[in-house]
């Protein structure tokens, strides 16, 4: 029987993204961005969001909801306009109940519930009398038919409320702060996260030409210099999530068979913070079922019982004994008394997954870059938000030292930076371009 060591080795071939297939994946995407942009079939959307590069002047009190998945964050963002921005207000909630009490998200709630759940909580941050300008990040895939317009394609996240998909999501939520006396809360426009990551970062830094996440969801977006809509600058939201020019594993497929929407967001399944630890999951299983480990309770077949936080915890853990890792494997899956050996093994796949992960983001970074600007002869900076980004130790190394890998010295033309709460200072930023900053005097 093949022994513990052997199988890891063999996993870390299957996890491997080589330099050649680095290259292969930037190519390939390149391609896909070519052929989205141009109207003809590809796993890009290319979505154009109708906003260029903010001048680093706007200014004012802005209302921004950031709805990215099952938490949502309402907040009052304060535009200096001096490229500086401060949140004056902020509430967080989420869609699902820990309790049960509620849950927004599933097949059980309908879209008009959902919104009025919002609706109330932007009610609990705007104060008596004045008119609030509203942006609203939307962190799905949108076709956007204007500024403030916005259909949901579909939902991803694995979120399920009814009769949201094929509906415009900023006109849903006017409609639920109208339904709420809150007309004087104005939608201006609505973005995708990644848009709004841009948008911050170049507020203060204007080189920023990509702006993506990698938290829970995966996507980037970038400035198409001449957009062919509109023959200039716009960010394309480029739902980088959805591409499919990487070569799945065995596990990328089950995960991707026993998901919502199988087929779809296959990047995103390899990537992002919703998957990572399902991943893990999945091959430690595998490791168990053939016998290199103990399968401890039946709690390791339960879908998703491997949060994405314990993926951080357990690549942060140095002790000799990995106690973390071992405490995480106890907790979650009821795998216990391993040899050193089995947690090291644990904790060898979720580096893999994890960097993997990294690599995969960065190839694609080097698509747009190469294609926005082959020769690097400009500074580029890609402004990042998400708790992968942020979080996770090794990753934000791991995105750099690719970078590195892949260009050479010409990489110093590159800056990847966090853009931290980028997706709803973006919404007020967004807003504001929009509002011309006519609201300052308003009120
Ligand atoms: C969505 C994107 C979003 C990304 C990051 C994906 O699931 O489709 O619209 O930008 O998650 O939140």
């Not at 003809?40 to 998945?69: H, N, Y």
């Not at 079922?289 to 942060?316: K, M, N, W």
Request: glycine letters at 10%; a neutral charge.
């Amino acid at each position: 029987m093949e022994r513990l060591y052997t199988a890891v080795a063999r996993l870390e071939k299957e996890l491997a993204v080589s330099a050649i297939l680095l290259q292969d994946i930037a190519s390939r995407f390149q391609e896909a961005m070519t052929e989205g942009l141009a109207g003809r079939s590809s796993s890009l959307k290319m979505l154009p969001s109708f906003i260029g590069s903010p001048t680093g002047q706007e200014q004012g009190q802005v209302i921004a909801v950031d709805f990215g998945g099952t938490n949502v964050r309402v907040l009052l963002v304060e535009l200096a306009g001096t490229g500086r921005s401060r949140i004056a207000a902020r509430r967080a909630f989420p869609l699902k109940d820990k309790l049960g009490h509620y849950d927004y998200t599933a097949v059980s709630a309908s879209g008009p519930e959902l919104f009025d759940f919002i609706a109330g909580k932007i009610s609990e941050i705007v104060s008596d009398g004045g008119i609030y300008p509203l942006g609203y990040t939307f962190s799905f895939p949108c076709r956007q038919q204007g500024v403030d317009k916005a259909v949901l394609i579909n939902w991803t996240k694995e979120i399920k409320t009814v009769g949201v998909e094929g509906r415009d999501v900023g006109q849903m939520l006017q409609a639920a702060l109208e339904n709420r006396g809150l007309e004087r809360v104005r939608l201006q426009a609505v973005i995708n996260d990644t848009t709004g990551t841009l948008l911050t970062g170049a507020y203060s830094d204007s080189a920023t030409t990509i702006g993506a996440i990698c938290g829970t969801g995966h996507n980037s977006c970038y400035l198409e210099s001449c957009h062919p809509l509109t023959k200039r600058p716009m960010i394309i939201n480029m739902e980088s999530g959805n591409f499919d020019g990487v070569q799945q594993t065995k596990y990328d497929i089950l995960l991707d068979q026993a998901s919502e929407k199988p087929g779809a967001q296959r990047l995103e399944k390899m990537v992002s913070g919703q998957y990572l630890g399902e991943l893990v999951r999945l091959i430690v299983g595998s490791l168990a079922a053939d016998g290199h480990i103990s399968s401890g309770s039946e709690r390791l077949s339960v879908p998703y019982s491997l949060p994405t936080e314990d993926i951080s915890a357990i690549l942060g853990d140095t002790s000799p004994e990995l106690e973390v890792v071992a405490a995480v494997a106890a907790a979650r899956w009821g795998i216990t008394g391993l040899k050193v050996s089995g947690y090291k093994a644990i904790q060898t796949i979720a580096r893999l997954v994890a960097m993997r992960s990294a690599r995969l983001v960065t190839a694609t970074w080097a698509g747009i870059l190469t294609k926005i600007d082959p020769g690097l002869v400009c500074q580029h900076t890609i402004a990042v938000d998400g708790a992968l980004y942020e979080k996770m130790p090794g990753y934000s190394e791991q995105l750099a030292n690719t970078m590195v890998e892949m260009f050479g010295d010409k990489a110093k033309q590159i800056t990847i930076r966090l853009s931290k709460d980028g997706s709803g200072i973006g919404a007020a930023i967004a807003a504001a371009t929009v509002y011309k900053g006519k609201y300052c005097n308003e009120r």
